[in-house]
């Protein structure tokens, strides 16, 4: 029996919804990075930071490359780069729209300006 589409999609969005994951991939937006920076820009145990990047790997919107002792990871292609593009932009929109609503509910529970004085 085939997978629905939007089961698919579902467990993609699935396996982004860690933030480690996103993390790795806003790092690998500019290029392959090695896994002792990413260490270093995430700051998390290296067991974790391994479990993450094998997600990632699995998926397949990542690759790795070993150069001796170094393994670097990119992305596999641009896509990804614009899916977090697309995810900030709407996040952007969403927040711009709360602090709006904020803003009015703060006005709202304003006390009243007092009226001037007559001259």
Same mark, same amino acid.
């Given at each position: 029996?085939?997978?629905?589409?939007?089961? =698919?999609?579902?467990? $993609? $969005?699935?396996?982004?919804?860690?933030? =480690? +994951?996103? +993390?790795?991939?806003?790092?690998?937006?500019?290029?392959? =990075?090695?896994v002792?920076?990413?260490l270093?820009?995430?700051?998390?145990?290296?067991?974790?930071?391994?479990q993450?990047?094998? =997600?990632?790997?699995?998926?397949?919107?990542?690759?790795?490359?070993? @150069?001796?002792?170094?393994?670097?990871? @990119?992305?596999?292609?641009?896509?990804?780069?614009?899916?977090? %593009?697309?995810?900030?932009r709407?996040l952007? @929109?969403?927040?711009t729209g709360?602090?709006?609503?904020?803003? @009015?509910?703060?006005?709202?529970?304003?006390?009243?300006?007092?009226?001037?004085?007559? %001259?």
């Amino acid at each position: 029996m085939q997978v629905p589409l939007y089961q =698919v999609k579902a467990d $993609f $969005f699935r396996m982004l919804g860690h933030p =480690v +994951r996103i +993390r790795v991939l806003e790092l690998l937006q500019h290029g392959p =990075v090695s896994v002792r920076d990413l260490l270093a820009d995430i700051e998390i145990e290296p067991s974790s930071l391994s479990q993450q990047l094998a =997600v990632l790997r699995r998926s397949g919107i990542v690759v790795s490359t070993r @150069e001796g002792s170094t393994v670097r990871y @990119e992305l596999a292609g641009g896509d990804v780069a614009d899916l977090l %593009r697309a995810a900030r932009r709407i996040l952007t @929109e969403l927040l711009t729209g709360q602090n709006q609503i904020l803003a @009015e509910l703060q006005q709202a529970d304003a006390p009243p300006r007092p009226l001037p004085a007559p %001259r």
